[in-house]
T-cell receptor, first 116, second 109 residues
């Protein structure tokens, strides 16, 4: 789904670094999502934003800090990550009409993150 | 939460063969999507199919919501069909996609 753009595609960082993942969509979607995917496992939901407000946090550690500065952008700020945080991070977006809104999610190509 | 089971977990085919992948889910759903994840990690939307039947080229999908299952058909498989196929559902009371464990498909030339 190239309509959701994620940068960077690859990121290598040390455990003391601070970095950010970025996600952008221009489909007019008002719901945006972060997922984490480990090798040979399905994606797991981390955060959901609806209308730029955080609506779901799946008990994610505070070293991951999401931000939705406007309806088109979603960031994931990273600080003091652990080696087990190495994974593929996927962003998605969808129209949002309320809980159980019956709208498909569109995924970006992901950022492959490696923690040294 | 809702449970999603996919079968088979692994499938090896010769090029040109047909296959059927299955997704069972434990509760009513608003949304069901089939994805193909290629070896580079790209998660590609195949179908958005909470009910009914859809076709797109060599692929088709059917969801029988009342019986809580969906099927993905791949005909005349090609090596480029290799990868992991995920079924994901959103239950009627929620706003999150829950993924199955996937079917790893290998198509040999």
């Amino acid at each position: 789904d190239t309509e959701v753009t994620q940068t960077p595609k690859h990121l290598v960082m040390g455990m003391t670094n601070k970095k950010s993942l970025k996600c952008e969509q221009h489909m007019g979607h008002r719901a945006m999502y972060w997922y984490k995917q480990k090798a040979k496992k399905p994606p797991e939901l981390m955060f959901v934003y609806s209308y730029e407000k955080l609506s779901i946090n799946e008990s994610v550690p505070s070293r991951f800090s999401p931000e939705c500065p406007n309806s088109s952008l979603l960031n994931l700020h990273l600080h003091a990550l652990q080696p087990e945080d190495s994974a593929l991070y996927l962003c998605a977006s969808s129209h949002y009409l309320g809980s159980g809104s019956n709208q498909p999610q569109h995924f970006g190509d992901g950022t492959r993150l490696s923690i040294l | 939460g809702i449970q999603v089971e996919q079968s088979p977990p692994d499938l090896i085919l010769q090029e040109g063969a047909n296959s059927t992948l299955r997704c069972n889910f434990s509760d009513s759903v608003n949304n069901l999507q089939w994805f193909h994840q290629n070896p580079w990690g790209q998660l590609i939307n195949l179908f958005y199919i909470p009910s009914g039947t859809k076709q797109n080229g060599r692929l088709s999908a059917t969801t029988v919501a009342t019986e809580r299952y969906s099927l993905l058909y791949i005909s005349s498989s090609q090596t480029t069909d290799s990868g992991v196929y995920f079924c994901a559902v959103e239950e009627t009371s929620g706003s999150r996609l829950t993924f199955g464990e996937g079917t790893q498909l290998t198509v040999n030339p």
